[in-house]
């Protein structure tokens, strides 16, 4: 894993699925692309699930990202809700898969921690940290604005595994020459 990686953050939904890209070089993001994905209500849940699964696709094909993370779903109180929110995130975590990147997954709480610095963040404390982080951003949807801090949580937790791999790397790498 190296410090310089382009990341697809994708927040899913069967109606409404935001995404976001951005590139990471060591601790500068940069902001590269956001949107929506809309499904036409009106047609069957499998055909909304294929539209789905080839727009994500599209984009993986044409913004190259190196790894993905997809935002966890919750349980609502309705259960067919809840059940067609499942059947988005399937996709969701699918297409970059077959794709073959690395796919991670957050929970809303982890993802509101790690860009606002609090689990209780609201949706405009989101996307505000979120257009202050990328200033660049032309952010349409609380959906897209949602994906890119799904991209900017998994760049955070990248910087903190690579520190702790180059510690790693350090402590073996002091090891050996103690030995010698």
Not at 1 to 19: E, N, Q, V
Not at 86 to 94: F, K, P
Not at 106 to 134: I, N, P
Not at 140 to 147: E, M
């Amino acid at each position: 894993m190296t410090s310089r990686a382009r990341l697809i953050g994708i927040d899913p939904g069967l109606r409404f699925t935001g995404w976001g890209v951005i590139d990471v070089d060591g601790n500068r993001l940069i902001h590269v692309a956001d949107g929506v994905i809309a499904t036409d209500s009106s047609e069957p849940v499998p055909a909304r699930l294929c539209a789905l699964y080839d727009a994500l696709t599209a984009l993986i094909q044409t913004h190259k990202p190196n790894e993905a993370a997809v935002e966890e779903t919750y349980v609502n109180r309705n259960g067919s809700s809840t059940l067609k929110l499942g059947y988005a995130r399937g996709v969701a975590l699918l297409a970059p898969a077959l794709e073959g990147l690395t796919v991670a997954e957050y929970g809303a709480m982890s993802v509101k921690r790690s860009v606002v610095g609090t689990g209780a963040a609201t949706k405009e404390q989101v996307e505000m940290m979120v257009r202050r982080l990328l200033p660049t951003a032309s952010i349409s949807r609380n959906d897209a604005s949602d994906a890119l801090a799904v991209a900017i949580c998994h760049a955070h937790h990248r910087a903190s595994t690579l520190r702790v791999e180059a510690g790693s790397r350090s402590a073996v790498a002091r090891g050996a020459g103690a030995r010698r």
